[in-house]
């Protein structure tokens, strides 16, 4: 029988399985930002939604998206340094990071900021 004295003693390292916190964080903000940019979304079509409450949730949902795209490239920095350092990164952070960043593309790809969808109009073609 072993117990955590005796591995100890006998110079054998304890493994534990650690919950990956930042990097599920990171997926969670990006989880949060598509949403709010969706709600953004809904309160721009909606013709009862008050124009300047869909323009704050819309830029709430950006500035979202950008401080979460800062995490997931910190996250994608430490998974790229981890493997180049000969370390194998844990499973949970590797999936973690990579559903953030399909989430944020996903995101951004179906919220543009210009065009079609977007927030803003061209010069002269402001709704009425």
Excluded at 27 to 50: D, H, K, R, Y
Excluded at 68 to 76: E, F, P, Y
Aim: charged content about 10%; aromatic content about 2%; some cysteine.
């Amino acid at each position: 029988m072993t117990t955590p004295l005796r591995d100890a003693q006998a110079g054998a390292v304890p493994t534990t399985r650690r919950l990956p916190v930042g990097a599920v964080a990171t997926l969670v903000a990006a989880c949060a930002a598509v949403a709010v940019l969706a709600a953004g979304t809904a309160l721009t079509a909606s013709p009862t939604a008050p124009e300047d409450l869909a323009v704050l949730v819309w830029v709430l949902g950006w500035v979202l998206v950008v401080w979460t795209a800062v995490a997931v490239a910190a996250g994608l920095v430490g998974l790229v340094r981890a493997g180049t350092a000969g370390r194998r990164p844990a499973r949970g952070r590797v999936v973690a990071v990579l559903a953030a960043t399909a989430v944020l593309a996903g995101g951004v790809l179906a919220h543009p900021v210009a065009g079609s969808g977007g927030a803003t109009a061209p010069a002269g073609q402001e709704s009425r």
